[in-house]
């Protein structure tokens, strides 16, 4: 479909009836100078549908109502029907339920239409923005705690993305490649970027409370996006739990042979610790984050990072063994076991974001580095013996 508007807002919504009016009034205003149209894609088993045809009857603005019946994919795959259906290219999604504001669409199409992104964000988590409208500090600390999981799987992709989990946002849909997506819940735009690399821009914005309705949220919906993650980051996360899986047996191995010629259990867990921590850094380096090395800090910076953290993790972990063993009278090789299970995903997400973090551009090396990397030059370099 070729474009005939020059911004098509996108709202996906299941049962949001009380919020219909309202989002449109704000919309409305908040778009006036610019041409655009409000695609309503919708899975709703209440009278949203209803409601909506009423309110387009008077709208001021171009109104289009979707109603799916077999809700495909839950809002991600609302989303791209969306996209199919818009009359622009530059799609700009935004909740029912206005926690998203309206007010900050301008800002969004301005940066976009600047013509360098593919895709501008509107950020919880950038300058200036705010999360007030989460619940309570549990949904705050589910949100931080799921966004730098996110950012820990996709270290590279979203770099610049301080919000991949956000459902506002502006994008050119002829940079989105339908074919490769396969949305299965409601955060599709973790779904775009982690597909392809695109230019990303960020905007702030203050996350409000819901304006009428009850909240979606859910362990269910919990549990469907770590399934959604998961399949989007089987590949490194898989390598790294294998090569976790292959040292949390041969760390049990040590402590379980150790113990068995008479040495202290404390003593083999320091043991198997140390022996473990070189290895798995090592093979990491080799199958794991190989392609991240390149813009990564230098090798004896990344080995220095990755060895402290997991003697601090050590140090943490071999007391709430001792405890276990002690007063909770596990054994000490079951309690070395589920202990290092509880450290694999603290583990995985340091080492996306710190150990392997890439190099801010056009940062100039430190003094140490420097010395380090004229030594390492001068030694490779030809010469007679």
Request: charged share 20%; with cysteine.
């Given at each position: 479909?070729?474009?005939?508007?020059q911004?098509?807002?996108?709202?996906?919504?299941?049962?949001?009836?009380p919020?219909?009016?309202e989002?449109?009034?704000?919309?409305?205003k908040?778009?006036?100078?610019?041409d655009?149209?409000?695609?309503?894609?919708?899975d709703?088993?209440d009278?949203?549908?209803d409601?909506?045809r009423?309110?387009a009857?008077?709208?001021?603005?171009?109104i289009?109502?979707?109603?799916?019946e077999?809700?495909t994919?839950?809002?991600?795959?609302?989303?791209?029907?969306?996209?199919a259906?818009?009359?622009?290219d530059?799609c700009?999604v935004?909740?029912?339920?206005?926690?998203?504001?309206?007010?900050?669409?301008?800002a969004?199409?301005?940066?976009?239409a600047r013509?360098?992104?593919?895709?501008?964000?509107?950020?919880?988590?950038?300058g200036?923005?705010t999360?007030h409208g989460?619940?309570?500090?549990t949904?705050?600390l589910?949100?931080?705690?799921?966004?730098?999981?996110?950012r820990?799987?996709?270290?590279?992709?979203?770099r610049?993305?301080?919000?991949p989990?956000?459902?506002?946002f502006l994008?050119?849909r002829?940079?989105?490649d339908?074919?490769?997506?396969?949305?299965?819940g409601?955060?599709i735009l973790l779904?775009?970027l982690?597909r392809?690399s695109m230019?990303?821009?960020?905007v702030p914005?203050d996350?409000?409370g819901r304006?009428?309705?009850?909240?979606k949220?859910?362990i269910?919906?919990?549990?469907?996006?770590?399934?959604?993650?998961?399949?989007l980051?089987?590949?490194k996360?898989?390598?790294?739990?294998?090569?976790?899986?292959?040292?949390?047996i041969?760390n049990?191995?040590?402590v379980?042979?150790l113990t068995?010629?008479?040495?202290?259990?404390?003593i083999?867990a320091i043991?198997a610790?140390?022996?473990?921590?070189?290895?798995?850094?090592?093979?990491?380096?080799?199958f794991?984050?190989?392609d991240?090395r390149e813009?990564?800090?230098?090798?004896?910076?990344?080995?220095?990072?990755?060895?402290?953290?997991?003697n601090?993790?050590a140090l943490?972990?071999i007391?709430v063994?001792?405890?276990m063993?002690e007063?909770g009278?596990?054994?000490?090789?079951?309690?070395?076991?589920?202990?290092l299970?509880?450290?694999f995903i603290?583990?995985?997400v340091?080492h996306?974001?710190?150990?392997y973090?890439?190099?801010?551009?056009?940062?100039?090396?430190?003094?140490?580095?420097?010395f380090v990397?004229?030594?390492?030059a001068?030694?490779m370099?030809p010469?007679e013996?």
């Amino acid at each position: 479909m070729g474009a005939t508007v020059q911004l098509s807002v996108i709202v996906p919504t299941y049962n949001e009836a009380p919020n219909v009016e309202e989002l449109v009034r704000r919309v409305t205003k908040a778009i006036e100078g610019i041409d655009a149209e409000i695609v309503f894609v919708d899975d709703s088993t209440d009278d949203t549908p209803d409601v909506v045809r009423r309110v387009a009857a008077s709208a001021a603005i171009p109104i289009r109502l979707i109603h799916r019946e077999a809700r495909t994919g839950g809002l991600g795959g609302a989303v791209l029907a969306g996209f199919a259906a818009a009359g622009s290219d530059a799609c700009l999604v935004i909740d029912g339920d206005l926690q998203h504001p309206p007010e900050t669409i301008p800002a969004l199409y301005e940066r976009f239409a600047r013509g360098d992104v593919d895709v501008v964000i509107a950020s919880r988590y950038a300058g200036g923005g705010t999360s007030h409208g989460l619940a309570d500090r549990t949904r705050v600390l589910v949100s931080k705690t799921s966004t730098a999981l996110t950012r820990s799987m996709f270290p590279i992709k979203l770099r610049d993305v301080s919000d991949p989990m956000t459902g506002f946002f502006l994008i050119d849909r002829r940079s989105v490649d339908q074919a490769i997506l396969r949305p299965r819940g409601f955060k599709i735009l973790l779904e775009i970027l982690a597909r392809r690399s695109m230019r990303v821009a960020e905007v702030p914005f203050d996350f409000a409370g819901r304006h009428a309705g009850e909240s979606k949220a859910s362990i269910r919906q919990g549990l469907h996006f770590l399934s959604q993650l998961t399949a989007l980051r089987f590949g490194k996360m898989s390598l790294f739990a294998v090569i976790g899986g292959v040292g949390a047996i041969a760390n049990v191995a040590i402590v379980w042979g150790l113990t068995q010629v008479g040495v202290g259990y404390i003593i083999a867990a320091i043991i198997a610790a140390e022996a473990t921590i070189i290895g798995n850094f090592l093979l990491q380096e080799r199958f794991v984050f190989h392609d991240m090395r390149e813009s990564a800090s230098a090798w004896w910076l990344r080995f220095a990072k990755s060895f402290s953290f997991n003697n601090a993790e050590a140090l943490v972990r071999i007391p709430v063994i001792a405890l276990m063993v002690e007063s909770g009278h596990f054994s000490a090789v079951v309690a070395t076991a589920i202990t290092l299970v509880v450290a694999f995903i603290v583990r995985f997400v340091f080492h996306s974001l710190v150990v392997y973090a890439p190099r801010k551009p056009g940062a100039a090396p430190s003094r140490a580095r420097q010395f380090v990397e004229e030594l390492d030059a001068q030694a490779m370099s030809p010469g007679e013996l």
